[in-house]
Every structure is written in C-alpha cells, then in structure tokens.
C-alpha cells in the first residue's frame, strides 16, 4: 500500500491505541488463570492477533467480543498442540511463549516470518544446554520440548527483555523457587517491570531482590481476572509528534503513572525542540524512529543505546537513515549511538520505503504531515497500529492510501 500525505495541520482530540506489549502479557496472564478472564481494550492488530493464534493452538480457548477477549485458562499440561504455532513477525509472542510451551508434555514447534526467526534467540540455546531442555532452531521454525526446571537463570542484561519476562511466566508454575540473575547492566528495564505488575494482577508474585535479581517463588498459581488495557505511550508518541509540527492535538487515554517507559517522549520531545540533546534510549528502543524524525526536521540529536535497534522488524537505525536522506538531513550511525545532524530540511523528492516496519512509517507520516510526500509499504502500521491513517484524517491529515 501507498500513502500519499498533503501538507496539513493536525488539530483535535484523539485516544492513544490500547499497549500491544501489555496486551500480550494480560492475554498470557488470562491463559494461565483457572475459570475465565475477560480482558478489555484488545486491539485488531497483527501482533495481538499472533498471540491470540498460538495460545488457541496450545489449548487455550477464548472469545473474541468486539474489543473484549473472553479466554478460559488451563494448564497447559493438558495442551495438545498438534500443529506448529505460527507467531508471525511478533517477537513478544514467540518469546513469551518458548517458556511456557516448554510446561506441555509434548514436543511444540513455532513457525514465524523469516525476519523474526533471523532475530537473535541464543538466550534460550544457551539455557537448554545448561538446563537439559530441548531447543532447535532451523532456518524456518523453533522446536522446544521441556521440562522446565526451577533454579537459578543467569542472562546478559542486553538481551531483549522478552527473553527474562517469558521466563517470569512460566517460572512461578514450577514447584521450586527461581532467581533470574541479570548478568550486566539492565536494559529496557521498564518492559520487564510490565511483566512483573501484569504478574501481580493474577495473583502471582515476583519480587527485585536487588537491582540485578529476580526472585520468582514456586508453587503459585494465576487466578482469573477482569482488567482492561492502558493506552500505548509508545504509539502516542507519533500522535503528539503532530504537535511539533503546528498541531493542536489531545491524546487521551494514557495512565500517567504508567510503567511504560515510552513515556518519556514527553520528556524528550521538548529537548528535541529547543536544543540538540544527548538522548539514551537503551530503555524505549521502539522510540527512535520518531526521535530521529523529530531530531532531522528541528536541531540535530545525539542518540546512545541504539545497538538493539538492528534487530527490530528492520534495522531501524539504518533504515531511517536513508530515508532522513531524502529530507536532506544527514545521519551517522554507530554501533551503539546515531548522530542525526540538522540540515536544509526539505519535502522529500522520490517515495519513502517503510522497510516493512510499522514505527518506521509512523516517523515518516508525522514529518510528510509537514512536507508532503508518498510512502510505500505503508501497510506496515497493520503491526501495532492499523487504524493510524484513519486516526490521523479525523485529525485533519490529508491521507490518500492506494493498494495496487
């Protein structure tokens, strides 16, 4: 799909998408609990969808109702997957649920997209030789069969957090007690502490023990709930991008005592505007397309802990690079840090390439809201966010989608 984008200016209210990323983990939470679970504020989107598809193929039966997701937990003992559990290009569903599939008595195999099966999974090779569980990795699927063992788990901290959450899932299931000792530096703490509260809110516990411990005691069980989702900060953050550019936008919806910690967009955002910061983003990776886009059309900025950003649906540092180029702003990027330098900014003068990645389109949108201009591969937003484009006419952007 192409979208071609009019200069325009974005003025009204709009709500922030429900968060994929704690949708996942209340879906995970409901499949886990005995008796039944509505979860609420479940959107459409590809990612979500990816879950939802997997737990079915591991026995798990829900209910779709408009934006609520009725889910009948089980233990997954019982599970009986007879057929490989495709997770698509969702890396939260393929990580979160390796550890779990590892509690069913049978052999499980996923199948995804080869550019999420090209991602990095050696956290998870490496815990299978050292704990006796099967794990194999071919060029098109992951086949895992356990048992899970509690005990002590030792991982890097600059892994992505989804290998340690699909760890603290499963875990407290066990009859012993765990740790999961983080061996470095954390990164991308908030995520793992998304886990940990979405834990709690069925019942389950799972403590710091110090700034690098987790302790997960066994024996424990998940109970059901009702509980409704929170607004994404991490897609908000293209919407009140719209304000730096002449918008007058309102985005509700959003919990301001949120552990996300995309949040601080609204920290950064104003930096970006008045100066040419240092900004660390080793903590909200999904944040640096628009904070390169932001970075490009204002001062210039200087981004560290953008290592992880390789290993995202593209190469995100990279990819917004090249398309900064054709704005005219010059970016360099290094192993763990980009430098975005201001410039003539101008109107892009051939199409934009969403590089199939959904944050890499919604960066991209804000600034054509300002320039004009056309991106290909526009459908990429399907990800975490489809009713973007419809969001962003309501607010009065100009968008033309064409599908060929």
């Not at 799909?1 to 949708?23: C, D, N």
């Not at 992505?160 to 765990?178: E, Y």
């Not at 910690?261 to 609204?266: L, N, Q, T, V």
């Not at 290592?307 to 005219?328: N, P, Q, T, V, Y």
Request: glycine letters at 10%; charged letters at 20%.
């Amino acid at each position: 799909m192409t979208v071609t984008i009019e200069p325009s200016r974005a003025v009204g209210e709009v709500f922030a998408p429900p968060s994929k990323s704690i949708a996942h983990r209340l879906l995970i939470c409901a499949a886990l609990a005995g008796g039944t679970s509505r979860v609420r504020g479940i959107s459409d989107c590809e990612d979500v969808r990816a879950t939802l598809r997997c737990l079915e193929g591991l026995s798990i039966p829900y209910e779709i109702s408009g934006d609520c997701v009725t889910v009948w937990g089980k233990p997954l003992a019982d599970a009986d997957p007879k057929n490989p559990l495709f997770a698509g290009e969702s890396g939260s569903t393929l990580r979160f649920l390796i550890p779990l599939a590892l509690l069913c008595e049978k052999r499980v195999c996923f199948t995804a997209k080869s550019s999420l099966l090209a991602r990095p999974f050696g956290v998870y090779e490496a815990l299978a030789a050292e704990k006796g569980f099967f794990f194999e990795k071919n060029g098109d699927s992951i086949t895992v069969e356990g048992p899970l063992t509690s005990g002590d788990y030792r991982v890097p901290g600059n892994i992505s957090s989804q290998f340690i959450s699909g760890l603290l899932f499963a875990l407290p299931l066990l009859s012993g007690d765990s740790r999961i000792i983080i061996t470095t530096a954390v990164e991308s703490r908030s995520y793992i502490n998304l886990t940990v509260k979405a834990l709690a809110q069925f019942g389950v516990t799972v403590r710091w023990e110090d700034e690098h411990t987790l302790l997960i005691p066994g024996g424990q069980s998940y109970q059901s709930r009702e509980i409704s989702v929170e607004g994404d900060y991490s897609n908000a953050a293209f919407l009140d991008a719209l304000n730096l550019f002449g918008g007058e936008v309102t985005v509700k919806g959003l919990d301001s005592e949120s552990l996300q910690g995309d949040k601080i967009y609204r920290q950064y955002f104003p930096m970006l505007d008045l100066g040419v910061p240092t900004l660390h983003i080793g903590d909200c990776p999904d944040l640096g397309p628009i904070l390169f886009a932001v970075a490009a059309a204002k001062n210039g900025g200087v981004f560290s802990g953008t290592r992880r950003l390789r290993i995202k649906e593209s190469d995100r540092a990279a990819a917004m690079a090249s398309e900064l180029r054709k704005f005219g702003a010059t970016v360099t990027v290094y192993d763990d840090s980009v430098v975005v330098f201001p410039g003539s900014f101008h109107a892009p003068t051939e199409p934009l390439e969403g590089h199939n990645d959904h944050r890499i389109v919604m960066a991209l949108s804000v600034l054509l809201s300002f320039t004009g201009g056309a991106i290909v591969g526009a459908e990429a937003v399907k990800k975490s966010y489809p009713s973007f484009f419809r969001d962003a006419a309501m607010l009065g952007i100009r968008v033309k989608e064409e599908t060929k």
